[in-house]
């Protein structure tokens, strides 16, 4: 894929797929070390261990829509050309976590993306789900979840346009405020 934020959607998609009422999603990004950790944990129905080992084969999918399963395949591969890795671990009716360590001083780097559309797009989808992202830069961080968000909306739907919209300046507003320490 062309941006790493595409890879996290479709493996978020995965985990609504799998029945997952919260899906988390970190993006740590460490400047000092050129690394950048993304994270994608759920508590959906899991996995077997063997449907563990065989989820990085891309020729192996539990859908039945298609016969081949690409998502985590190439997420794996995207953080293992970089010189990093890939983690995934995975219990039958708990959930699944899923790690990729990318070093991003790499030639062979995919950028990130375009991560508060593809968090917007996530969550306008799923408005009966609930996600909480987390973006470290260095020694800062901010939260997003939607538990707290619909509090304050008290019954407005996160896939109404104009909080779509909010949702997405909000994102980028509070990376900026990172950037700037």
């Known amino acids: 894929m062309r941006e790493l934020s595409l890879n996290i959607l479709d493996i ?5 797929v799998a029945g997952a009422t919260l899906t988390e ?12 950790l993304i994270g994608i944990y759920d508590n959906g129905c899991g996995m077997t261990a063997e449907q563990v080992r065989n989820v990085i084969d891309p ?5 039945t829509t298609r016969k081949v399963g690409m998502g985590i395949p190439l ?8 010189g990093g890795s890939f983690k995934i671990e ?8 899923i790690e990729a360590l990318f070093k991003t001083d790499n030639i062979d780097f995919t950028p990130l993306g375009d991560i508060a559309s593809t968090i917007v797009t996530i969550v306008s989808m799923n408005n ?30 996160l896939s109404e346009p104009s909080v779509m919209s ?15 320490g």
Request: charge should be negative; proline fraction near 1%; glycine fraction near 4%.
């Open 12 to 16: 978020a998609q995965n985990s609504i």
């Open 128 to 157: 009966d789900k609930e996600f909480l992202y987390k973006r470290v830069l260095d020694d800062n961080e901010f939260v997003f979840s939607t538990v707290e968000i619909k509090k304050i909306l008290d019954g407005v739907p």
């Open 25 to 36: 999603i970190v993006v740590n990004e460490n400047t000092k070390e050129n690394t950048l």
């Open 166 to 180: 909010w949702i997405e300046q909000y994102l980028n507003e509070q990376y900026n405020e990172l950037l700037k």
């Open 59 to 63: 020729f192996f999918t539990t859908r």
């Open 75 to 82: 997420f794996k591969m995207a953080a293992e050309q970089t």
């Open 90 to 97: 995975s219990e039958k009716g708990v959930g699944t976590k």
